[in-house]
T-cell receptor, first 113, second 113 residues
Framework: EDKVVQSPLSLVVHEGDTVTLNCSYEVTNFRSLLWYKQEKKAPTFLFMLTSSGIEKKSGRLSSILDKKELFSILNITATQTGDSAVYLC?????????????WGLGTSLAVNP | DGGITQSPKYLFRKEGQNVTLSCEQNLNHDAMYWYRQDPGQGLRLIYY???????QKGDIAEGYSVSREKKESFPLTVTSAQKNPTAFYLC????????????FGPGTRLTVL
């Protein structure tokens, strides 16, 4: 059965800390891995990763994929209170023309001032 | 501004009543999706649509129905057959099912009393 496991489930840090969130997966026919940030309501897209070893970066956030070991990490440096959110990982698998996203449970990050 | 809108934000219904949740997008996306999100569970796919007048069941379609008469609109009806309808419902869209980077609406929180 396809599955996506995120760790830790929750995390509390102080402003300025660096955090690393993990996403491991077991899916058939992997196509891509996506990271989203969810603050109360709609998840907002952060990154899509398809190739191993290529870091995607956006400001203080970065992410990398390891397709051999079947995991991805999301790094946030110099955290701010505005980074407090649930971070969701989803893996896209495909079978012919049918593609679907398998979602992890998320990591709840709280950044305290 | 392009985006996805869902209405209403909060909805209360009595048990046994059908209720329809609205989802509209002006991104010119072909594919649209409905998910439900419950505490302690990942996003679960209810229905998706790849093009107008076509839709497919997701993982938890029982007790739900959809229509896709227009490209911009993908309403979800929660019927009285849905045994546990109280949840947070998220609508999403993507350019198509191949380019599966999904963009989400703000969600509707449905409470059935």
């Amino acid at each position: 059965e396809d599955k996506v496991v995120q760790s830790p489930l929750s995390l509390v840090v102080h402003e300025g800390d660096t955090v690393t969130l993990n996403c491991s997966y077991e899916v058939t026919n992997f196509r891509s891995l996506l990271w989203y940030k969810q603050e109360k309501k709609a998840p907002t897209f952060l990154f899509m990763l398809t190739s191993s070893g290529i870091e995607k970066k956006s400001g203080r956030l970065s992410s990398i994929l390891d397709k051999k070991e079947l995991f991805s990490i999301l790094n946030i440096t110099a955290t701010q209170t505005g980074d407090s959110a649930v971070y969701l990982c989803a893996v896209e698998s495909y079978a012919g023309n049918n593609r679907k996203l398998i979602w992890g449970l998320g990591t709840s990050l709280a950044v305290n001032p | 501004d392009g985006g996805i809108t869902q209405s209403p934000k909060y909805l209360f219904r009595k048990e046994g009543q059908n209720v329809t949740l609205s989802c509209e997008q002006n991104l010119n996306h072909d594919a649209m999706y409905w998910y439900r999100q419950d505490p302690g569970q990942g996003l679960r796919l209810i229905y998706y649509s790849q093009i107008v007048n076509d839709f497919q069941k997701g993982d938890i379609a029982e007790g739900y129905s959809v229509s896709r008469e227009k490209k911009e609109s993908f309403p979800l009806t929660v019927t009285s057959a849905q045994k546990n309808p109280t949840a947070f419902y998220l609508c999403a869209s993507s350019i198509d099912r191949v380019r599966n980077e999904q963009f989400f609406g703000p969600g509707t929180r449905l409470t059935v009393l």
